[in-house]
Structure formats: structure tokens, C-alpha cells
């Protein structure tokens, strides 16, 4: 019945459907939500320009978004941290190594940083992103930790 040839076929051709239906995810537009989806970002990807914009949106808006160059994150790193209604903002978001172009949110409500927490010996961490209301999107994956308790993403 099976040998050894047909079973290596049959493993490559499984390896080949799970690799390329990860390229049918969509990395260029998303939208997160909180946990009780209340509150939204939508991230729109294009080439080494995003925006992360407050609020379901599908189109860039003229207010309500930072415009940000991330030609200079590895796609191995290419991280968002979200916390929702911590300290006093309704959201912050972290997205590590990116460059801020334009910020057009109301800063008073909104917290955006470029860089992850750094512990007490200067190393970058994501330990704040693992609180209540709080979560990290890995880009590459498209799978959001601690596995969707506090994040929902819609892809």
C-alpha cells in the first residue's frame, strides 16, 4: 500500500496546502478589537507605510490615525502591543521599530509608542502587554497572545 516514497509525497503535499494558506491571511488590513468590542483599531499596511487608526474604519481617514514608516522592521519582529482603557488612555499601542510620520490622534486619549518596555537592564519586553485588557499581535502568524483572551482579531 504506502511505502516510504508515497508517505514523503503525501507529507510534502500537506506541508505545501498549510504553508500556502498562510498566504491567503490578510496582513495589509485588519481590524483589533477589545475583549467586550467596545473598542477598535483598524491597522492598514502599504508597502513600508501603515496606519493604525481609532475606530472601524475602511478607508484612511483625515483625523484619527498615526501614519507610521516601518521599513525597518523585520517581518520575524513585526509586533502590536495593545492595551485597552489602562492608566488614563483608552488605548495604547506599542508597534516596536516603527518611525512615526504623522500622528493625527487626539493624544489626551490615545498613547502611541515605537518602541516595546525595556526591563531594568535596558532589554526590550512585551511583560506589560500581558495584563488585563492588554495583548500583543505577532504580524507574521497573525495570532494574537495570550491567545485571544483580550484581543479579538478580525482578519
Request: contains cysteine.
Amino acid at each position: 500500500m504506502f511505502n516510504n516514497k508515497h508517505f514523503n509525497f503525501l507529507a510534502i503535499g500537506i506541508l505545501m496546502i498549510l504553508i500556502s494558506s498562510c498566504d491567503n491571511v490578510n496582513r495589509t488590513s485588519f481590524r483589533i478589537y477589545s475583549a467586550d468590542k467596545k473598542q477598535c483599531v483598524t491597522i492598514v499596511t502599504n508597502g513600508s507605510t501603515r496606519y493604525i487608526i481609532n475606530g472601524k474604519s475602511s478607508s484612511i481617514p483625515k483625523t484619527g490615525f498615526v501614519k507610521l514608516d516601518v521599513s525597518g522592521i523585520d517581518k520575524l519582529g513585526d509586533g502590536i502591543g495593545v492595551c485597552w482603557k489602562n492608566e488614563k488612555y483608552e488605548w495604547q499601542i506599542s508597534n516596536d521599530k516603527s518611525v512615526i510620520l504623522e500622528n493625527k490622534l487626539d493624544t489626551t486619549k490615545y498613547k502611541f509608542k515605537t518602541s516595546w518596555e525595556k526591563d531594568k537592564c535596558g532589554i526590550p519586553n512585551t511583560e506589560k502587554y500581558l495584563k488585563l485588557n492588554c495583548g500583543t499581535l505577532d504580524l507574521l502568524r497573525m495570532v494574537s497572545f495570550p491567545e485571544n483572551e483580550y484581543l479579538i482579531l478580525e482578519n
